[in-house]
């Protein structure tokens, strides 16, 4: 064939290269890590799924967005839009076979094909973590401390936790009666932090009136510390003392925990989504407030309504690992660490077994050894070096062979030291890699 | 809604419960951390792709198989099949910021609406890897060391490593002056083991002739040493001496490494794809000889002639995930490793945040800590920790918190020890799990 098929790949998909898939790899693995730590398994489910079973029976926004169509079998299929509903499908089928409180963390992909402005990939990568089967406030803190442990652990120490409680602004619209414009309302405080203040006390307003719109905003937008902000609701919402409490014991105990000044009451924070019942929260790093929320979720009623009839209460985060990755690569603590940690150049192919052996035993001494394949010039040898970010190279002919030496090289400033042993070339070679980290 | 949708998935397609996940992380931790230790990078390409990349210009017999629809844009996408031709199209599409020789690994999903009999699913996890932009005898030897280092990794040292060289079998058929009939020879032949010797030679008679038939099986079905085989084929193909001593020098050096007799030369080992053009391999399993091979590949001329001109010579191997751990599921000693280690039960809720502190500093010693999330009676909280595989229980009551001690309890044995500091109680539970595993 001489004409050859253009390399493309779709718009909103993209390769992962190697220095940003090990960091990709780098992170999961922290996650999962943190995770099993907390007592949360993992699970997985198909990316593709009936139709029916993703989307319900009827239609929505979110349909437009989906990968749907008929496979081979005529079966109507899509592929998944997060990792929510398929968890709420997985539940309802595996009832039986799992106990209670269950704690799943789940990270995959997803795929939606909406516009790709803003950094928005059509296919991306979600991770889910989520305690079902309970409705106490030791499931609520457990959440909100697992995620400041997990940043932690990734090393972004400069986080914060914004909390606040659905219970206490449902009570609120309630006792304004106006508890029916409830949706619209979230959706508009909702975008307090993108369209300012002012706007939506006027979108308010259209939508329920000037004095209703007024206590609103004054609950949004109460400040101060946690316990001046919760004076502040149970003045301007009595009768929500019980969810109040609940909100200001989990902010008290994580603080307690070690969470310090990382988590807050904010009363701004709403989440959209009508699906939320208690607690929600929103996670900004705080050198990269431009972001936005890079880890979200709450308490909800009622998990997996759509395939069981048994009502399952749980409380749930989502980390966009994308857009995570976007904010890590920005800060420059977060530079990708080196694939590899040495070189085992080729001097003479007829020594190819040798090489092996040389990285073979280097390997034994918990280095990542990688040996040159082909009989290039040493230069172009510690150029491939230097281009894979390889900090050091290891050579011998066929006299250190002989001695059962070899010699080492710094490839950035070209440092050498000669007629080492394996075991003090490991130790030279950890002692570089270690002062270039 | 009143009427649930069934939690069902499509056929061929599956669920994967925490313990399997569980185990699936393992392993596939395991070979990312060998294949790192080798100088391997990782690298990830789009689950969806154009069908024309996919599936190039013409149609071919996987192509039945192939999830392929038109998306929201009208573009006509397909899922992936493999993760070989998503690699030959990264590779055009990113030569110029890559080096060469290119060690890349790529684990992930992979998609065909096959027929799902025998265990086969429409939905597989494939691992791969491959090192492209080199000929050498290295690169070759390379890609079967670090087959033999993965599976002892993951503890399985009972496999044997079947290498043969493509370039001998060709130079044979051509020899016989039956060089066009390759394709077909190649099938045939690759049904040994399944249909044994004499249907394969009836066919092979069919369609090359009784005396080239005999020719073929007497190479396909060489047997003993390594050097005896090699005697067998350098007396049967004369005109194919380097590629025989290619293959001797493979397998020797390797043998040198430590793969001791676990690589072995085995004429019959053709893998019916034309793709291949160099040595050739399949593994099995010692005690699972009937799952086949779980790691199979070999060197070929070209890679990515579909998207560039540029000559991307390599040699490389694919794991089936599922099929291998099909097989170490059936293996006693690998029984999947318990997700917790402790459970911090809770015996008064108003001590909520003292279990969530128990458990903080087990996980500092390393533990992984599971604080029981709700107020049930202490049978039912031990009855949960059975069910999900947790060996030990920490009990503290509010005498114990005040003086700063606890009480555990091995699950199983239902001994205990009562009024121990958490450095002790973090000692026994380690002893504990330990003992049981």
């Not at 989307?55 to 079998?73: A, C, W």
């Not at 510390?225 to 009768?239: F, G, R, S």
Request: net charge neutral.
């Amino acid at each position: 064939m001489s004409v050859v098929i253009e390399p493309r790949v779709l718009k909103g998909f993209r390769d992962i290269l190697p220095d940003q898939e090990l960091e990709r790899l780098r992170i999961v693995g922290i996650l999962q890590q943190t995770f099993s730590m907390f007592g949360f398994v993992p699970i997985d489910t198909p990316i593709l799924e009936y139709s029916e079973v993703l989307l319900g029976k009827g239609g929505g926004e979110t349909d437009k967005q989906v990968y749907r169509f008929n496979d081979q079998g005529g079966r109507d299929v899509a592929m998944r839009y997060d990792l929510t509903v398929p968890f709420a499908r997985f539940m309802a089928a595996h009832r039986n076979e799992l106990y209670v409180p269950f704690k799943r963390y789940h990270i995959g992909k997803a795929f939606r094909g909406e516009n790709t402005q803003r950094g928005r990939y059509r296919e991306f990568m979600q991770c889910d973590f989520d305690i079902v089967g309970t409705e106490t406030l030791s499931a609520d803190l457990e959440i909100v401390v697992m995620i400041d442990a997990a940043f932690q652990a990734i090393g972004v120490d400069r986080l914060t936790i914004h909390v606040s409680h659905r219970g206490v602004l449902n009570e609120l619209l309630a006792s304004l009666g106006v508890g029916k414009y409830g949706v619209e309302v979230l959706r508009t405080v909702d975008k307090l932090q993108k369209i300012g203040a002012d706007q939506v006390k006027a979108k308010l307003e259209d939508l329920i009136g000037t004095q209703a719109a007024t206590a609103v905003l004054a609950f949004i937008t109460a400040t101060g510390t946690n316990d001046a902000i919760v004076k502040q609701m149970k003045e301007l919402v009595p009768n929500a003392a019980a969810d109040i409490e609940r909100l200001r014991q989990i902010v008290a105990i994580t603080g307690d925990l070690g969470t310090g000044n990382r988590v807050v009451i904010d009363t701004s924070i709403t989440r959209g989504l009508d699906y939320y019942t208690g607690i929600v929260f929103e996670t900004f790093l705080d050198d990269q407030p431009a972001i936005g929320s890079v880890c979200s979720g709450g308490r909800y009623d009622d998990l997996a309504g759509l395939y069981t009839k048994e009502r399952l209460p749980g409380v749930g985060a989502s980390i966009g690992l994308d857009r995570l990755m976007a904010a890590l690569e920005d800060l420059p603590r977060h530079r990708a660490a080196a694939a590899v940690d040495t070189l085992v150049v080729c001097v003479d192919p007829a020594l190819t077994g040798h090489y092996h052996a040389v990285a073979r035993d280097l390997r034994a001494e918990g280095l990542r050894a990688e040996v040159f394949l082909e009989p290039r010039k040493l230069g172009q040898q510690f150029a491939f070096a230097e281009r894979k970010g390889i900090a050091t190279a290891v050579i011998c002919g066929p006299d250190e062979i002989a001695k059962g030496r070899v010699n080492v090289r710094n490839i950035a400033t070209r440092e050498s030291a000669e007629g080492l042993t394996l075991a003090d070339a490991a130790a030279w070679i950890q002692a570089t890699v270690r002062k270039r980290a």
